[in-house]
């Protein structure tokens, strides 16, 4: 386990990054915006699972597979970016559901979340750069070191991205009061998705804020 001093280094550093916004967190705002903070909540939850995911890969050792694989990282990349794409222009098409309709999707809602960050092949590359500086060998497992750090970046994203969230919901209450402003809020959700989904597949390999 790491000790203590390590583990607050971590949590400051990890806090640190995670106050800047990021692909994902503007993803969740943006669902938080456009259908309530229930709908965040839900597609954070999905995001964070994808985070984990991420977080366990990392103390197993496959996100270096996924990072030296150009070929891989590539067919990831450009996955994630359509999927994105996919949703904005799904977003822009359709017609607008009630209530009860997008209550009971949540599932979905948590699949989307999960894709997004599961396609985003950049937390790989991330975890491999960030987790390590905060291991130490000679503390014990290096397994259980980074599966620990992992875990605790992913709950800690799981608070951040909810605050953002609730904070969104807050905003879009007031934004959706009205048939026409609940539509532009729309068209203005498939844009950011698309958005992001460009600027994924027009960005390189290295990594910023990925949560």
Do not use: C
């Amino acid at each position: 386990m790491p000790d203590g001093s390590t583990l607050l280094l971590f949590v400051g550093a990890s806090l640190a990054l995670l106050a800047v916004p990021g692909p994902a967190v503007l993803y969740v705002v943006t669902r938080s915006l456009d259908q309530g903070p229930r709908a965040g909540i839900v597609s954070v939850l999905g995001v964070e699972t994808g985070t984990f995911v991420y977080a366990l890969s990392a103390a197993a050792g496959l996100t270096g597979l996924i990072a030296a694989s150009e070929i891989g990282f590539t067919i990831v990349k450009y996955a994630g970016a359509a999927y994105l794409v996919y949703l904005g222009v799904r977003k822009l098409l359709e017609r607008e559901e009630p209530q009860e309709a997008l209550s009971s999707a949540r599932s979905r809602l948590y699949l989307r979340g999960l894709l997004v960050q599961m396609l985003n092949p950049k937390i790989a590359i991330f975890f491999l750069a960030f987790l390590p500086q905060f291991v130490d060998a000679s503390s014990g497992s290096i397994v259980v070191q980074t599966l620990v750090l992992g875990t605790i970046f992913t709950l800690l994203a799981a608070v951040t991205d909810s605050a953002y969230v609730l904070l969104a919901g807050a905003v879009g209450g007031w934004m959706r009061s009205g048939r026409r402003a609940r539509r532009r809020l729309a068209k203005l959700s498939g844009g950011v998705y698309i958005g992001l989904g460009v600027s994924a597949a027009l960005s390189g390999t290295s990594h910023a804020r990925t949560s």
